[in-house]
């Protein structure tokens, strides 16, 4: 592996595919539904389009003035 650090996607399709023994469409097949990263195997993520950074949090609500 190089030196170079791997984005989210990358890092979980390495995984995926180190899971399901380097054959693509078997990440397409995987049936385990209770990993994880079950829901971001074929690049799907709950992120802003186009960024590897994660969605930004709520702001806490402030208290209403009286």
Do not use: Y
Request: charged share 35%; glycine share 6%.
């Amino acid at each position: 592996m190089s030196d170079q650090k791997q984005t989210r996607k990358q890092a979980i399709k390495a995984k995926c595919l180190d899971c399901s023994g380097g054959i693509r469409a078997e990440v397409r097949r995987c049936p385990a539904t209770n990993c994880p990263l079950w829901p971001f195997r074929m690049g799907t993520e709950q992120r802003s389009p186009g960024t590897d950074e994660e969605a930004p949090e709520e702001a806490p609500e402030e208290p209403a003035e009286a």
